[in-house]
């Protein structure tokens, strides 16, 4: 049976219709287990409403990253992004939290340091291991080559969202080495969409913000909406960025604010801490 589109409903984006190749990928048992992951690991503990799961942030990211790459399609056409590029920064999305372990970031950043300080674990790296593992255990290269993607290239494109860059050049410039192989450096802002190691602002950050607020019960005072609709792909220096107006800039305090705040009053509450630590 081949995979159709579905709907879904979700409190915070609200119906959101999702690829039927993403829907293959979230029907698998490697998917689905996100479902039993706390996204808040143990601050379920301290607020009760925190409750959330990895599985449906999951779905949130991969539906703003398209969200975000088809309207700059849309308005910037010389960018030349077509279908494959935009279905590869969905699967990205969707998959870069495959990795996370048990109580989310309590695994990789307290209990692996101290159960095997020898190993350099990252969610990241785990994410790209469990993406390989998720498309041979359901063979799955078929239905990504059915929905017009090339497989070897697409997949590492796909992983180096999720992984960040290997190396990373010193200028960035024209005359300084490439660390991506999935895309060329005309779309090096494609890489700015899931995880973006330039500045922070991605749609992954944009998601739990959302989605950590509506849960701890905390405002959330960034419109990643607005962003979404003033986003433009700038050539800056040598690169092309994802850039944004300058009169959008109130917009982005108050990203930067709202993520202090759930630092401050959720993300590093102390009662939490002494209920990971033990």
């Known amino acids: 049976m081949v995979p159709v589109a ?10 959101i219709e999702m690829h039927p190749l993403l ?9 689905q287990r996100l479902r039993f992951i706390k996204q808040l690991g143990g601050l379920y503990f301290v607020f009760p409403g925190a409750s959330h799961n990895r599985f449906e942030h999951s779905i949130g990211v991969g539906y703003l990253a398209g969200q975000l790459v088809t309207g700059l399609k849309e308005r910037q056409p010389e960018l030349l992004i077509n279908e494959q590029d935009v ?3 969905q699967i990205a999305g969707l998959c ?7 109580f989310s970031h309590l695994f990789d950043r307290a209990f692996i340091p101290r159960a095997r300080p020898e190993k350099k674990w990252k969610h990241e790296i785990a994410s790209s291991m469990m993406f390989d593992h998720l498309i041979s255990c359901n063979d799955l290269k078929e239905d990504f080559v059915r929905h017009g ?8 494109f796909i992983k180096e969202q999720i992984e960040g860059p290997k190396t990373v050049a010193e200028d960035q410039g024209q005359g300084s080495k490439w660390p991506y192989e999935g895309r060329p450096r005309e779309k090096g802002f494609l890489y700015e969409i899931v995880a973006n190691k330039r500045n922070g602002i ?6 739990y913000f959302a989605r950590d607020c509506y849960h701890l019960g905390i405002r959330n005072n960034f419109d ?3 962003f979404l609709k003033f986003a433009r792909v700038c050539a800056v220096g040598k690169r092309k960025h ?6 959008e800039v109130g917009d982005l305090y108050n990203m930067f604010h709202t993520r202090n705040t759930l630092h401050r009053r959720a993300y590093q509450h102390r009662v939490s801490n002494i209920i990971e630590s033990m």
């Open 149 to 156: 993607l090339n497989f070897e290239d697409d997949l590492k």
């Open 224 to 226: 990643f909406v607005r």
């Open 202 to 207: 991605d749609v992954d950050k944009w998601d």
């Open 87 to 89: 279905l590869c920064v």
């Open 23 to 31: 829907v293959r990928i979230i029907d698998t048992p490697q998917f």
């Open 242 to 247: 994802i850039c944004t107006r300058d009169k």
């Open 6 to 15: 579905k709907i879904f409903n979700d409190p915070i984006h609200g119906h």
């Open 96 to 102: 870069h939290d495959l990795g996370h372990g048990p």
